[in-house]
């Protein structure tokens, strides 16, 4: 169906949505606080609403039966999402909370709302939402209210990230507000946009390391974003790492993780949709900064998931897995006229395989700056930066 100059699509005899509301609207409270629920309360909200469902329903299916309830008694709901396309041409917003997992509760956007609001992958989309009809799987926005926080006429028009010119960084990154960085912080510290590698000794705590991490980047300005990927993790790391940024700005940071239990295509779809958010984000003149652990669990997931080329680089290693990998490091850069995506990179040591000591050769040779840290048993991180082998360059 054609939409309006308003964004809008019709529902057939559904009325059409109301005029977008504002930040704070309640439609959009509502619909947060669906989000915020727990299992339990979930539950309790189906149950006001008249619904039942099994014990053993999922979250997303509770939320979605919830949502369907307060729509049909005449609701109007505001929801958001990062925008991720399907291979059938619609759109889906999912949440980074649930790391862009598939989900009863997505919202579907149409080819023809896409087109003509003009929306790419990776945006953050807010609109108005109906109910599914007849055998439609879920709620539909029918009116783009606004796109990465701005107006969806003004984000269309935003600088593309691939045609931007990157010119080279030139605002310092200080991370000397923890002391264990403190050595950093010096005339020739990190810049906004670079791509950054810190090497750890094996059997020091990762998850420390990247929750420090995470709390210097939030403290070294109001103005920087934090995007966090954790790739192939153990389950208790994303839960330690989301607990420690709570007491920070839920405005300011973002976590999208996967655990290695997971197959390694939603590794790699992780890692790309992350990515694609801060590449737009970046467009309306943001500053991000991308904490990714690790580029090397990227490396072997996409060995495994794209389609080889038969051209292999050393015994086990195709040459296409470097890939996903590569357009992540790569993405970091100081946008000229806008952003800035910095990419903090956390890798194991070369190790002693072919495959390991492969992937780390290819990004030890494109980052800025590799970051030594060596065993220190004394300390609760277990190492230290060592400045007389970290490496910094333009």
Not at 3 to 18: A, F, H, K, Y
Not at 324 to 342: D, F, I
Request: glycine share 8%; net charge neutral.
């Amino acid at each position: 169906m054609p939409c309006s100059r308003s964004w809008q699509v019709g529902r057939g005899n559904l009325p059409e949505p109301m005029a977008p509301p504002t930040q704070t609207s309640p439609a959009l409270e509502r619909w947060q606080r669906l989000q915020a629920m727990t299992l339990s309360q979930l539950h309790g909200e189906a149950a006001e609403c008249g619904i039942e469902l099994p014990e053993a329903a999922s979250g997303a299916d509770l939320r979605m039966a919830v949502l369907c309830a307060r729509l049909a008694r005449g609701e109007t709901l505001v929801g958001e999402g990062v925008l991720v396309l399907s291979p059938e041409g619609h759109g889906l917003l999912r949440s980074p909370q649930r790391s862009y997992a598939e989900g009863a509760d997505d919202l579907y956007v149409s080819p023809q709302l896409l087109r003509g609001t003009r929306l790419r992958p990776g945006q953050w989309v807010r609109g108005t939402l109906a109910a599914p009809r007849h055998r439609e799987k879920w709620l539909a926005v029918t009116h783009v209210e606004s796109v990465c926080g701005t107006s969806p006429s003004r984000a269309a028009h935003a600088v593309r990230f691939e045609e931007a010119a990157a010119v080279l960084p030139t605002v310092p990154l200080s991370l000397g507000t923890a002391p264990a960085l403190a050595a950093l912080d010096h005339p020739a510290a990190l810049r906004r946009g670079q791509r950054v590698l810190w090497t750890l000794p094996p059997g020091v705590p990762r998850t420390a390391w990247t929750t420090l991490l995470a709390d210097a980047v939030l403290a070294a300005g109001p103005d920087l974003a934090l995007h966090c990927i954790l790739l192939d993790q153990p389950p208790e790391a994303p839960v330690a790492v989301r607990r420690a940024l709570a007491a920070h700005d839920p405005l300011r940071w973002q976590l999208a993780s996967t655990t290695f239990d997971e197959l390694p295509g939603r590794h790699v779809e992780v890692a790309s949709v992350a990515l694609q958010h801060a590449m737009r984000t970046a467009e309306q003149g943001k500053h991000v900064v991308l904490l990714v652990d690790s580029l090397r669990a990227l490396v072997r997931a996409a060995n495994q998931h794209i389609p080889h080329s038969g051209k292999i680089l050393v015994p086990g290693l195709d040459s296409l897995a470097f890939v996903p990998a590569r357009k992540l490091l790569a993405a970091a850069r100081q946008l000229e006229g806008a952003g800035s995506v910095t990419v903090l990179a956390l890798e194991p040591g070369a190790g002693t395989g072919p495959v390991d000591q492969a992937v780390t050769a290819e990004f030890v040779e494109r980052a800025n700056c590799i970051v030594q840290l060596v065993p220190c048993p004394t300390t609760e991180l277990g190492a230290r930066v060592d400045l007389a082998q970290t490496v910094l360059r333009p």
